[in-house]
């Protein structure tokens, strides 16, 4: 009966394999790129299992990053201390979904944190402005953020036939009074 003898650089050949595949299985990640205020942030590369992404962090005064969303789908607004962006997150399942999914959400935050969901808040403010019918309306019908001008607009979509969406616009001081509330 032949014994079956690795030899040397069989044994090094594996072992160049298992560093190779334990390095390369992971997400990769991007530096961070900073944008205004400490705020920036990071790439994460997508893979077999997973989409690509963008997190949004904090630099604080020491150098050490916070991470303040892991998952955010829209421009990043900043002034001064706060950022305002879109963010996803998963949704509580339900019988359609039992694995819930991953709904798009309006978030301000005041650095170094952390994240507020402001969509409710921000879809009442413009439902009384323009006299909807909330019986009706979804708030959580968020489809948008846009910039102008110091001025924040949150798009959302409506059940209502003669307009298919609700334009709500909000300045930076208001955005600050609902992270007080």
């Known amino acids: 009966m032949k014994r079956c003898r ?24 991007s530096k961070f790129t900073p944008l205004k205020n400490g705020f920036g942030y990071v790439v994460i590369a997508g893979g077999i299992d997973s989409a690509p992404g963008e ?20 421009p990043i607004l900043i ?3 706060m950022a305002i962006f879109a963010g996803e997150r998963l949704a509580k399942a339900t019988p359609d979904e039992p694995l819930g999914y991953l709904e798009r959400r309006l978030f301000a935050v005041r650095a ?3 994240a507020v969901d402001i969509t409710t808040q921000v879809f009442w403010i413009g439902a009384r402005a323009e006299n909807l019918d909330t019986t009706r309306e979804n ?3 968020f489809l948008e953020l846009k910039n102008k001008t110091d001025q924040i607009i949150a798009v959302f979509t409506l059940n209502d036939m003669k307009r298919a969406s609700m334009h709500v616009t909000n300045t930076w001081d208001q955005v600050a009074e609902l992270l007080h509330k």
């Not at 160049?16 to 390095?23: G, M, Q, Y």
């Not at 997190?55 to 789908?73: C, S, T």
């Open 6 to 29: 690795l030899s040397f650089p069989m044994i090094r050949f594996a072992f160049f394999l298992a560093i190779l595949f334990s390095f390369g299985c992971g997400r990769q990640r």
């Open 55 to 74: 997190e949004l962090h904090f630099r604080g005064p020491d150098g050490r990053d916070k991470l303040i969303w892991d998952n955010v789908v829209s």
């Open 79 to 81: 002034t001064n201390d």
């Open 112 to 114: 170094p944190g952390p």
């Open 139 to 141: 708030p959580n019908s």
